[in-house]
Protein backbone atom coordinates (compact mmCIF):
# COMPACT_ATOMS: atom_id res chain seq x y z
CA UNK A 1 0.00 0.00 0.00
CA UNK A 2 1.62 3.39 -1.18
CA UNK A 3 2.23 5.40 1.87
CA UNK A 4 2.23 9.56 1.31
CA UNK A 5 2.52 12.26 4.49
CA UNK A 6 -0.64 13.95 4.02
CA UNK A 7 -3.74 12.89 2.27
CA UNK A 8 -6.76 15.62 1.87
CA UNK A 9 -10.30 14.78 1.52
CA UNK A 10 -11.80 17.62 -1.01
CA UNK A 11 -11.33 20.30 -3.48
CA UNK A 12 -13.14 23.06 -1.47
CA UNK A 13 -10.91 26.28 -0.71
CA UNK A 14 -10.29 24.40 2.22
CA UNK A 15 -8.71 21.76 0.48
CA UNK A 16 -6.80 23.63 -2.28
CA UNK A 17 -5.20 25.88 0.36
CA UNK A 18 -3.97 23.29 2.68
CA UNK A 19 -2.63 21.22 -0.08
CA UNK A 20 -1.13 24.76 -1.33
CA UNK A 21 0.12 25.97 1.92
CA UNK A 22 2.04 22.07 2.44
CA UNK A 23 3.10 22.06 -1.20
CA UNK A 24 5.11 25.00 -0.85
CA UNK A 25 6.81 23.55 2.51
CA UNK A 26 7.94 20.30 0.26
CA UNK A 27 5.22 18.37 1.93
CA UNK A 28 4.17 15.70 -0.33
CA UNK A 29 0.34 15.64 -0.67
CA UNK A 30 -2.94 13.84 -2.26
CA UNK A 31 -6.10 15.17 -2.62
CA UNK A 32 -9.36 13.80 -3.31
CA UNK A 33 -12.51 14.65 -4.63
CA UNK A 34 -15.79 13.07 -5.60
CA UNK A 35 -16.88 15.40 -8.28
CA UNK A 36 -15.30 15.82 -11.68
CA UNK A 37 -14.00 19.17 -10.99
CA UNK A 38 -13.98 22.19 -8.81
CA UNK A 39 -17.23 23.25 -7.71
CA UNK A 40 -19.43 24.55 -10.46
CA UNK A 41 -22.34 26.36 -8.00
CA UNK A 42 -20.92 29.87 -7.34
CA UNK A 43 -21.91 29.30 -3.57
CA UNK A 44 -19.69 32.20 -1.51
CA UNK A 45 -19.32 35.97 -2.92
CA UNK A 46 -16.33 36.84 -1.16
CA UNK A 47 -12.87 36.51 0.18
CA UNK A 48 -11.28 37.81 3.29
CA UNK A 49 -8.93 39.97 3.37
CA UNK A 50 -6.19 37.02 5.51
CA UNK A 51 -7.42 34.52 2.63
CA UNK A 52 -6.26 37.57 -0.01
CA UNK A 53 -2.87 38.06 2.21
CA UNK A 54 -2.58 33.82 1.49
CA UNK A 55 -2.82 34.35 -1.94
CA UNK A 56 -0.82 36.80 -2.42
CA UNK A 57 2.21 35.18 -0.87
CA UNK A 58 1.00 32.00 -3.44
CA UNK A 59 1.44 34.45 -6.19
CA UNK A 60 -1.93 33.94 -7.37
CA UNK A 61 -3.79 37.20 -6.36
CA UNK A 62 -3.47 38.55 -9.72
CA UNK A 63 -5.17 35.90 -11.16
CA UNK A 64 -7.61 35.94 -8.67
CA UNK A 65 -8.58 39.19 -8.93
CA UNK A 66 -9.17 39.08 -12.98
CA UNK A 67 -12.50 38.16 -12.35
CA UNK A 68 -13.44 40.77 -9.29
CA UNK A 69 -16.76 42.05 -8.84
CA UNK A 70 -16.01 46.15 -9.03
CA UNK A 71 -15.18 48.14 -5.87
CA UNK A 72 -18.50 50.01 -6.71
CA UNK A 73 -20.72 46.73 -5.89
CA UNK A 74 -19.34 46.10 -2.41
CA UNK A 75 -22.63 46.83 -0.65
CA UNK A 76 -26.08 45.09 0.01
CA UNK A 77 -29.46 46.76 -1.08
CA UNK A 78 -32.71 46.65 0.19
CA UNK A 79 -35.27 47.60 -2.58
CA UNK A 80 -39.27 47.48 -2.41
CA UNK A 81 -39.02 45.60 -5.71
CA UNK A 82 -36.25 44.91 -8.53
CA UNK A 83 -37.62 47.75 -10.62
CA UNK A 84 -38.46 50.07 -7.72
CA UNK A 85 -36.61 52.38 -5.28
CA UNK A 86 -33.54 51.48 -3.22
CA UNK A 87 -34.68 51.46 0.64
CA UNK A 88 -30.98 50.77 2.30
CA UNK A 89 -27.77 50.83 0.94
CA UNK A 90 -24.90 49.67 3.45
CA UNK A 91 -21.80 49.69 1.90
CA UNK A 92 -18.79 47.51 2.63
CA UNK A 93 -16.12 49.05 1.19
CA UNK A 94 -12.94 48.95 4.03
CA UNK A 95 -9.52 51.49 4.22
CA UNK A 96 -7.16 48.43 4.99
CA UNK A 97 -4.03 50.24 3.76
CA UNK A 98 -2.08 50.41 6.79
CA UNK A 99 -3.20 47.22 8.22
CA UNK A 100 -2.57 44.82 5.33
CA UNK A 101 -0.81 44.83 1.89
CA UNK A 102 -4.15 44.02 -0.24
CA UNK A 103 -7.99 43.61 0.28
CA UNK A 104 -10.73 41.73 0.46
CA UNK A 105 -12.41 40.78 -3.22
CA UNK A 106 -15.57 40.21 -4.29
CA UNK A 107 -15.54 36.65 -6.05
CA UNK A 108 -17.39 33.74 -6.40
CA UNK A 109 -16.30 30.40 -5.08
CA UNK A 110 -16.10 28.99 -8.26
CA UNK A 111 -13.92 31.53 -9.82
CA UNK A 112 -12.13 31.27 -6.51
CA UNK A 113 -11.44 27.71 -6.61
CA UNK A 114 -10.42 27.18 -10.41
CA UNK A 115 -7.34 29.95 -9.72
CA UNK A 116 -6.52 28.14 -6.71
CA UNK A 117 -6.27 24.80 -8.80
CA UNK A 118 -4.32 26.70 -11.31
CA UNK A 119 -1.65 27.95 -8.79
CA UNK A 120 -1.98 24.21 -7.23
CA UNK A 121 -0.67 23.11 -10.28
CA UNK A 122 2.44 24.99 -10.12
CA UNK A 123 3.27 23.12 -7.44
CA UNK A 124 5.42 19.72 -7.71
CA UNK A 125 4.60 17.76 -4.46
CA UNK A 126 0.61 17.88 -4.90
CA UNK A 127 -1.40 15.59 -6.48
CA UNK A 128 -5.26 16.07 -7.26
CA UNK A 129 -7.69 13.19 -8.13
CA UNK A 130 -11.27 13.99 -9.34
CA UNK A 131 -13.63 11.49 -9.46
CA UNK A 132 -12.49 9.37 -6.69
CA UNK A 133 -14.34 9.37 -3.05
CA UNK A 134 -12.94 8.69 0.14
CA UNK A 135 -15.35 5.43 1.14
CA UNK A 136 -13.59 4.43 4.28
CA UNK A 137 -11.00 5.18 6.49
CA UNK A 138 -9.10 3.91 9.91
CA UNK A 139 -6.56 4.66 12.03
CA UNK A 140 -3.87 2.80 14.18
CA UNK A 141 -0.92 4.24 16.36
CA UNK A 142 0.97 4.90 13.04
CA UNK A 143 -1.13 5.95 9.89
CA UNK A 144 -4.38 6.56 8.64
CA UNK A 145 -5.77 3.79 6.07
CA UNK A 146 -8.48 5.44 3.28
CA UNK A 147 -10.06 3.50 0.87
CA UNK A 148 -10.71 5.25 -2.26
CA UNK A 149 -13.29 4.47 -4.97
CA UNK A 150 -12.64 5.83 -8.43
CA UNK A 151 -16.41 6.68 -9.54
CA UNK A 152 -15.24 6.34 -13.36
CA UNK A 153 -14.56 2.69 -13.77
CA UNK A 154 -15.62 1.72 -9.95
CA UNK A 155 -11.94 0.59 -8.73
CA UNK A 156 -11.31 0.52 -5.08
CA UNK A 157 -7.45 1.45 -3.75
CA UNK A 158 -6.57 1.82 -0.39
CA UNK A 159 -3.34 4.56 0.61
CA UNK A 160 -2.00 5.42 3.84
CA UNK A 161 -1.10 8.37 5.38
CA UNK A 162 0.78 9.71 8.15
CA UNK A 163 -1.76 12.54 8.13
CA UNK A 164 -5.50 13.41 6.97
CA UNK A 165 -6.80 16.65 6.16
CA UNK A 166 -10.98 16.28 6.02
CA UNK A 167 -11.52 19.33 3.92
CA UNK A 168 -14.62 17.52 2.87
CA UNK A 169 -17.26 20.26 4.27
CA UNK A 170 -20.04 20.53 6.44
CA UNK A 171 -21.26 17.21 6.17
CA UNK A 172 -18.10 15.58 6.91
CA UNK A 173 -17.64 11.91 5.72
CA UNK A 174 -14.23 11.98 8.25
CA UNK A 175 -15.85 13.58 10.87
CA UNK A 176 -18.89 11.12 10.83
CA UNK A 177 -16.52 8.27 10.58
CA UNK A 178 -14.87 9.91 13.74
CA UNK A 179 -17.93 10.35 15.55
CA UNK A 180 -17.12 13.92 16.33
CA UNK A 181 -20.57 15.63 16.63
CA UNK A 182 -21.42 19.24 16.04
CA UNK A 183 -22.51 21.68 18.25
CA UNK A 184 -23.99 24.94 18.25
CA UNK A 185 -27.05 26.95 17.43
CA UNK A 186 -28.41 23.98 14.64
CA UNK A 187 -30.42 26.14 13.09
CA UNK A 188 -30.15 29.52 11.50
CA UNK A 189 -32.47 29.36 8.73
CA UNK A 190 -33.71 27.33 5.88
CA UNK A 191 -33.21 28.77 2.49
CA UNK A 192 -33.45 27.30 -1.30
CA UNK A 193 -30.81 28.89 -3.81
CA UNK A 194 -31.44 29.06 -7.56
CA UNK A 195 -28.15 29.33 -9.22
CA UNK A 196 -29.33 31.20 -13.10
CA UNK A 197 -27.94 32.79 -15.82
CA UNK A 198 -30.19 35.40 -17.42
CA UNK A 199 -29.78 39.07 -18.64
CA UNK A 200 -31.07 41.77 -15.75
CA UNK A 201 -29.57 44.52 -17.15
CA UNK A 202 -32.48 46.42 -18.13
CA UNK A 203 -33.16 47.01 -14.29
CA UNK A 204 -29.85 46.63 -12.39
CA UNK A 205 -26.92 47.77 -14.66
CA UNK A 206 -27.04 50.85 -13.18
CA UNK A 207 -26.94 49.66 -9.12
CA UNK A 208 -24.29 47.18 -8.96
CA UNK A 209 -24.69 45.13 -5.38
CA UNK A 210 -23.41 42.42 -3.89
CA UNK A 211 -26.58 41.16 -2.35
CA UNK A 212 -29.88 42.88 -2.88
CA UNK A 213 -33.29 41.95 -0.49
CA UNK A 214 -36.14 43.52 -0.76
CA UNK A 215 -38.85 44.92 1.38
CA UNK A 216 -42.36 44.54 -0.37
CA UNK A 217 -44.89 42.53 1.61
CA UNK A 218 -44.58 39.47 -1.31
CA UNK A 219 -40.84 39.76 -2.03
CA UNK A 220 -39.61 39.61 1.61
CA UNK A 221 -37.52 36.76 2.30
CA UNK A 222 -35.74 36.63 -1.10
CA UNK A 223 -32.78 37.76 -1.80
CA UNK A 224 -30.50 38.27 -5.52
CA UNK A 225 -26.86 37.62 -5.41
CA UNK A 226 -24.10 38.99 -7.76
CA UNK A 227 -22.01 36.47 -9.61
CA UNK A 228 -20.67 38.40 -12.05
CA UNK A 229 -22.94 41.38 -12.46
CA UNK A 230 -23.95 40.59 -15.95
CA UNK A 231 -25.86 37.11 -16.72
CA UNK A 232 -25.13 35.01 -13.67
CA UNK A 233 -27.13 35.29 -10.34
CA UNK A 234 -28.08 33.43 -7.72
CA UNK A 235 -31.90 34.53 -6.03
CA UNK A 236 -32.96 32.77 -2.89
CA UNK A 237 -35.62 32.57 -0.80
CA UNK A 238 -37.26 31.31 2.97
CA UNK A 239 -38.53 28.36 2.80
CA UNK A 240 -40.48 26.22 5.81
CA UNK A 241 -39.15 23.00 5.65
CA UNK A 242 -35.11 22.35 4.95
CA UNK A 243 -36.42 19.11 2.72
CA UNK A 244 -38.45 20.72 0.44
CA UNK A 245 -37.29 20.62 -3.41
CA UNK A 246 -37.84 23.49 -5.78
CA UNK A 247 -38.37 22.07 -9.17
CA UNK A 248 -36.68 23.67 -12.45
CA UNK A 249 -40.44 25.25 -13.57
CA UNK A 250 -40.97 26.64 -9.75
CA UNK A 251 -37.33 27.77 -9.68
CA UNK A 252 -37.83 29.51 -13.16
CA UNK A 253 -41.12 31.12 -11.37
CA UNK A 254 -39.25 32.30 -8.50
CA UNK A 255 -37.23 34.32 -10.69
CA UNK A 256 -39.61 35.62 -12.86
CA UNK A 257 -41.75 36.49 -10.05
CA UNK A 258 -38.81 38.48 -7.77
CA UNK A 259 -38.12 40.34 -11.30
CA UNK A 260 -41.64 40.58 -12.04
CA UNK A 261 -41.00 39.48 -15.37
CA UNK A 262 -43.24 37.07 -16.93
CA UNK A 263 -41.40 35.42 -20.13
CA UNK A 264 -37.78 36.42 -18.84
CA UNK A 265 -35.77 33.99 -20.39
CA UNK A 266 -33.54 32.11 -17.85
CA UNK A 267 -31.15 28.95 -17.96
CA UNK A 268 -30.98 27.42 -13.97
CA UNK A 269 -29.47 25.32 -11.87
CA UNK A 270 -30.61 24.77 -8.02
CA UNK A 271 -29.27 24.56 -5.29
CA UNK A 272 -31.14 24.04 -1.69
CA UNK A 273 -28.62 24.90 1.47
CA UNK A 274 -29.33 25.37 4.91
CA UNK A 275 -27.94 28.09 7.07
CA UNK A 276 -26.44 26.67 10.57
CA UNK A 277 -24.18 28.04 13.20
CA UNK A 278 -22.74 24.80 14.72
CA UNK A 279 -19.20 23.52 14.17
CA UNK A 280 -17.33 20.74 15.44
CA UNK A 281 -16.93 19.96 18.81
CA UNK A 282 -13.57 20.93 19.83
CA UNK A 283 -12.20 18.42 22.64
CA UNK A 284 -12.46 15.18 20.04
CA UNK A 285 -9.46 13.35 20.92
CA UNK A 286 -9.29 12.55 16.96
CA UNK A 287 -10.16 16.10 15.81
CA UNK A 288 -7.29 18.96 15.75
CA UNK A 289 -9.65 22.34 14.88
C1 LIG B 1 -25.61 27.47 -2.28
C2 LIG B 1 -24.52 27.91 -1.34
C3 LIG B 1 -24.32 29.27 -1.13
C4 LIG B 1 -23.34 29.69 -0.25
N1 LIG B 1 -23.15 31.02 -0.05
C5 LIG B 1 -22.19 31.46 0.80
C6 LIG B 1 -21.95 32.84 1.00
O1 LIG B 1 -22.61 33.69 0.40
N2 LIG B 1 -20.97 33.21 1.87
C7 LIG B 1 -20.21 32.28 2.53
O2 LIG B 1 -19.31 32.66 3.28
N3 LIG B 1 -20.41 30.97 2.35
C8 LIG B 1 -21.38 30.55 1.51
N4 LIG B 1 -21.58 29.22 1.33
C9 LIG B 1 -20.78 28.31 2.14
C10 LIG B 1 -19.43 28.05 1.50
O3 LIG B 1 -19.62 27.61 0.19
C11 LIG B 1 -18.71 27.00 2.35
O4 LIG B 1 -18.50 27.54 3.62
C12 LIG B 1 -17.39 26.57 1.75
O5 LIG B 1 -17.56 25.93 0.51
C13 LIG B 1 -16.67 25.62 2.70
O6 LIG B 1 -15.45 25.27 2.10
P1 LIG B 1 -14.78 23.87 2.41
O7 LIG B 1 -13.55 23.79 1.58
O8 LIG B 1 -14.71 23.68 3.88
O9 LIG B 1 -15.86 22.78 1.93
P2 LIG B 1 -16.58 22.56 0.55
O10 LIG B 1 -16.47 23.75 -0.33
O11 LIG B 1 -17.94 22.05 0.86
O12 LIG B 1 -15.71 21.42 -0.12
C14 LIG B 1 -15.76 20.08 0.33
C15 LIG B 1 -15.40 19.20 -0.86
O13 LIG B 1 -15.23 17.87 -0.40
C16 LIG B 1 -15.79 16.99 -1.34
N5 LIG B 1 -16.12 15.75 -0.65
C17 LIG B 1 -17.03 15.56 0.34
N6 LIG B 1 -17.03 14.28 0.74
C18 LIG B 1 -16.10 13.64 -0.01
C19 LIG B 1 -15.63 12.28 -0.05
N7 LIG B 1 -16.13 11.32 0.76
N8 LIG B 1 -14.65 11.97 -0.94
C20 LIG B 1 -14.14 12.92 -1.77
N9 LIG B 1 -14.54 14.21 -1.77
C21 LIG B 1 -15.52 14.57 -0.89
C22 LIG B 1 -17.02 17.74 -1.85
O14 LIG B 1 -17.44 17.26 -3.11
C23 LIG B 1 -16.50 19.17 -1.91
O15 LIG B 1 -15.96 19.48 -3.18
C24 LIG B 1 -22.54 28.75 0.45
C25 LIG B 1 -22.73 27.38 0.22
C26 LIG B 1 -23.72 26.96 -0.67
C27 LIG B 1 -23.92 25.49 -0.89
Redesign the pocket.
Known sequence: MPTIPVII???????LSASTALSRQGICNVV????PS??I?P????VNVRTMELCRLWGAEQQIRRSELPITARRFLWMNHVKGEIQGDVSFVTEQEELSPTEPCLLS?DIFEQELLACLKTQKNSQVHFD????NLSQDDQFVYCELENLIDQTRTKIQAQYLIA???????VRKKLNINMDGIPLLGTHV?VYCETDLSPWLSDKPFVVMAFTDKEQVGRVI?AVDLKHRW?FSKRIADANEILTKKASIQLVRATVDEPDLIISVYC?P?VLNKDKCENNHPDHTP
Open positions: IGTGPVGIEKHTSHKARGQTRAIADGANSFSMIHF
